[in-house]
DNA sequence: CCGGTCGAGCGTACGCCGTACGATTGACGC
DNA sequence: GCGTCAATCGTACGGCGTACGCTCGACCGG
């Protein structure tokens, strides 16, 4: 039931995984001319498989994420993953839960402040290093680990009120900044940007294409001139200003009333 | 250069696409038993392309927008296609930049937190009714009409500071906090949910898996549990309380000093 | 009027994908 | 020893993006 632990944390490809071959008093001495069956009938678990999905996704992209793929990495039919795992979707739902583990953190502080601000950059991080995660887009992941890491929000959030549809509120609000920082960071570093010092991706960008570079010099973009011209912060700065100013707020409502 | 001005505006599909095949002086006997050429040879533009593919978008969401689907609904082969669009990729960021017209506010208001404001409404709304857009997830798209909207955001963050960086930490802000509501927001739709009367969409996916709903009351999640118990906000009322919150915070570091 | 050139249009084919279906086969209870 | 059943997986189908090269209409210099 709690499948997929931290299993992903390993950050490395676990692909090709041990061939048994002849493990655990099964040594199987092909009947006929089959080769087949290099793992033991039994052996393969649908952690087994997320765990290749992850180490594939990680290495290479959620793009190389194939049935095909994780059944070679497995050394298993193709057609072997449908006994444990119910489609593919099914698998990139566990692989995305098995992630959510990682979203935990071991404290959350003195106070409630501290707490969000901890689950927030944790999870940050955690988009930030496994980027298929968001490319996942809008398939919606529920698993025992999303449910272990709203149980945790809501302690940290539970400190500051504890009307119920506030707490959700606040929660939501802190997740979807965080969500649309590493949505917006991944996208910039998708186009080698993040160095901020001399032009920001953006300004390259529209260098290198004529016709918005033309755009931008006929005059009507001011603000976009200017703002080209100056130097970018780095996108961790921004994302700890725009939390800050969040839980500013967040902070100012609940402060005196509640 | 400029193409793609609010075509997607009409929402419905315009896909199926008048053949006029005997217009504008080509009469075109067939030479041979050819009965191809519906379209006059010259009249395959871009544009059209990426018109065919918003309708299809929009009607039956991304996963539909295929060449071969787009290449029928405008009646023409499929690989006529790359003549005028270098790339299925290419088709897609064509198409989201021309979404980014739709972004645009007629009047930015009075002062800066209007503008912010209702840009914010008004691109939370373009993502709501074009979901297909977040569906796109980490390719970053970039044209004039992404331009344009940049221009009328700085407009809006112009009125609280001058300082360029400073300007791009809220526009990012904001945009962070839309795009990660609308992810959210598009994610729960998915489950069928924003009726928050007595159960939110989460309970019930919960409530759906023995497994998790097992889990739920084993009592570990005291939090959640009574969190599930009471209403939920409404999505929208969530994301005005996160957009206030954000404001109020950047407010208050600009106000006083720069 | 004519011959040449060029690019728009597109038919075919290749290698991927997810997965329905049914045959095979090993383990286990009797 | 044998029936049963679930795990395994080979084959096949329809769809995808697109490389490649052919056809043919339109235009242009003569």
Redesign the interface.
């Known amino acids: ?1 709690s499948l997929a632990g931290e299993m992903s944390t390993t950050g490395t490809v676990p692909a090709d995984v041990e061939r048994p071959s002849g493990a655990a008093g099964t040594p199987r001495p092909p009947t006929r001319a089959r080769e087949r069956q290099a793992t033991p009938r039994g052996s393969l678990t649908s952690d087994r498989i997320v765990a290749a999905g992850l180490g594939i996704a990680d290495a290479e992209g959620l793009e190389a994420v194939s049935m095909r793929r994780v059944a070679a990495a497995l050394g298993v039919g193709t057609m072997t993953l449908y006994t444990h795992v119910q489609d593919k979707d099914a698998l990139l739902a566990l692989m995305r839960d098995a992630l959510f583990a990682e979203h935990l953190v071991t404290d959350l502080g003195p106070d409630w402040r501290t707490g969000l601000t901890r689950i927030a950059r944790r999870t940050r991080e955690c988009l930030l290093s496994h ?1 298929w995660v ?2 996942l ?4 992941a ?3 680990n999303k ?2 890491h ?2 945790q929000v ?2 940290a959030a ?1 400190g500051i009120t504890s009307d ?2 506030a ?3 606040i929660i ?2 802190v ?7 590493a ?2 960071e ?3 570093k ?2 080698g940007a993040d160095v901020p010092q001399p032009l920001c991706g ?1 300004r390259r ?2 260098d290198a ?1 004529p ?2 570079r ?3 010099d006929s005059g ?5 001139s ?2 080209l ?5 780095f996108a961790a ?2 994302f700890e ?2 939390l ?7 902070e ?2 609940y402060r005196d009333g509640a």
């Open positions: 039931m980027p968001l490319a887009g809008l398939r919606p529920l698993g025992p449910l272990r709203l149980e809501l302690a539970s119920t549809a707490q959700r509120t939501h609000a997740d979807d900044l965080v969500i649309g920082c949505t917006q991944l996208a910039a998708a186009l953006l960008r529209i294409d016709a918005l033309g755009l931008l009507v973009f001011p603000h976009l200017r703002m011209a100056g130097d970018a912060p700065e921004r200003q725009a800050t100013w969040l839980l500013d707020g967040i100012r409502t």
